[in-house]
């Protein structure tokens, strides 16, 4: 039995997780998501994280959890994560073994892979999604047949200057929710309520309210099939970005079955 956690907001990282999880057998996925259960059951022949970088470092919610995750009798467990990333993936990896080094345990083998860029609220995205989704699947080959190999990595030490420009930038992620707003293009559907992870949206009338509990991940932006849910007055003519093969139903269906 292996078992893999995945947080995610465009779907990269869970179709990461899934690519794995196709190579290997007897795989569950399991979304990081608000109140996700720290307790992991003894017997399993690999453990996985995946997720993206934020700030060349873990999602709050990915270091919450692995802060909390009870791994005590994994001992003989193969650890994993995997980073994915625009570019760099900064201190994510090193972040994850120090966190798991404090729960008695480190990672056997990390490693990025370079994926499309989608931090919407920065930049407007590349418009070649097909060319670099092509060149992502080709980059994830080798680390997902080292992980079923188990091929032990050398994790590196995390960067400290890298670190400062993450704890600066993680420091307003809760509140990064006060510059959404919604416009009259809303259909109240519902996809960023079931698309976010930290359950951060509620609808009252039909529209979204936000609780200022956000995790930055952008999902609500993403997927409204509209664009009626913007940042800052910023993102209105920027491209949206999904990744081709995880729509909003995929990414839902792993929050309503954790």
Request: aromatic share 8%; with cysteine; glycine share 6%.
């Amino acid at each position: 039995m292996n078992r893999i956690y995945f947080f995610t907001g465009t779907g990269n990282s869970l179709h990461i997780a899934e690519e794995i999880a196709n190579a290997l057998s007897d795989c569950e996925i399991i979304a990081i998501q608000k109140g996700i259960d720290p307790e992991i059951p003894v017997g399993y022949e690999r453990i996985g994280f995946v997720f993206p970088t934020y700030g060349w470092g873990l999602p709050i919610m990915v270091s919450d959890f692995l802060s909390k995750v009870c791994l005590s009798k994994q001992s003989n467990t193969y650890l994993f994560a995997v980073a994915t990333c625009l570019g760099i993936a900064g201190n994510a990896i090193p972040q994850a073994n120090v966190l798991l080094k404090e729960k008695g345990c480190r990672l056997n083998y990390g490693a990025k892979i370079r994926m499309f860029g989608n931090a919407v609220t920065n930049y407007d995205m590349n418009i070649k999604v097909d060319e670099i989704t092509r060149r992502s699947e080709k980059r994830a080959i080798p680390v997902v047949r080292d992980i079923v190999n188990k091929t032990a990595r050398r994790i590196p030490s995390i960067k400290k200057i890298l670190n400062r420009f993450y704890l600066k930038y993680i420091s307003d992620i809760p509140t990064t929710d006060e510059k959404l707003d919604v416009n009259d293009d809303c259909i109240s559907c519902g996809i960023c309520k079931s698309v976010c992870p930290a359950k951060n949206i509620t609808l009252e009338d039909g529209k979204p309210i936000f609780h200022h509990q956000c995790e930055r991940c952008l999902a609500c932006i993403q997927h409204c099939p509209k664009r009626a849910i913007n940042y800052d007055n910023k993102t209105q003519s920027r491209r949206r970005y999904t990744h081709p093969q995880v729509g909003n139903k995929k990414i839902a269906n792993y929050y309503t079955n954790c």
